[in-house]
């Protein structure tokens, strides 16, 4: 069964604590992607990687920090100085840009992230 | 340059109308134009794509409508059901550009009334 996977699905955060969202593919794919969504703001991009071991900050990447050490994995930590991170977490992943072909995005179920 | 702005913010349609979602762009680079529906506390999921060497097309109750000049492009949905009632999301990228990375329009809240 392929597909991109996320979890938690619900995920609580104290004031200062640095908390770890969870994306796994089994696409195959080389790039992944992480989005914000608040209402009304739409998808906005935090972080992507276009292949293991490199990524690139998006446009909303202060206070968020990414590893890609394996193709399928690619978490997302919310650190302490992320001072509003109350959202929906979405991750997608795509065939590559090396491809170059129209990038189709596939997402994962997202993750909603709570500030107690 | 690198936006695309959708509208309306919602729409409000009895079943069986055909509601029309517009996006706008600037980017004359943008060659690749997907629209994503997106359930509650759901992640987004492809509906149907354009590329801008055709003006329309259909993919069952879907459609989309594309101006290059106007650099326009519109998903309408005939037949609309309440099961249609979702929010949509356009959005446009350069997938000959060194990230093709997509840029997404704010999203529209569909309301299909039985």
């Known amino acids: 069964d392929g597909g991109i996977t996320q979890s938690p699905k619900y995920l609580f955060r104290k004031e200062g604590q640095n908390v770890t969202l969870s994306c796994e593919q089994n696409?195959?794919?080389?790039?992944m992607y992480w989005y914000r969504q608040d209402p009304g703001q739409g998808l906005r991009l935090i972080y992507y990687s276009q292949i293991v071991n490199d990524f690139q900050k998006g446009d909303i990447a202060e206070g968020y920090s990414v590893s890609r050490e394996k193709k399928e994995s690619f978490p997302l930590t919310v650190t302490s100085a992320q001072k509003n991170p109350t959202a929906f977490y979405l991750c997608?992943?795509?065939?590559?840009?090396?491809?170059?072909?129209?990038?189709?995005?596939?997402f994962g179920p997202g993750t909603r992230l709570l500030v107690l | 340059q690198q936006q695309v702005k959708q509208s309306p913010q919602s729409l409000i349609v009895q079943k069986g109308g055909i509601p029309i979602i517009n996006c706008a762009y600037e980017?004359?680079?943008?060659?690749?134009f997907p629209w994503y529906q997106q359930f509650p506390g759901k992640g987004p999921a492809l509906l149907i794509a354009?590329?801008?060497?055709?003006s329309e097309k259909k993919e069952g109750r879907f459609t989309i409508s594309f101006n290059k000049s106007a650099k326009q492009f519109s998903l309408h949905i005939m037949d609309s059901q309440p099961g249609d009632s979702a929010t949509y999301f356009c959005a446009a990228s350069d997938s000959g550009g060194s990230q093709g990375n997509l840029i997404f329009g704010k999203g529209t809240k569909l309301s299909v009334k039985p």
């Open positions: 696409l195959n794919h080389d790039a």
């Open positions: 354009i590329r801008p060497d055709v």
């Open positions: 997608a992943s795509s065939i590559g840009s090396l491809a170059g072909v129209g990038e189709t995005q596939y």
């Open positions: 980017n004359t680079a943008f060659d690749y």
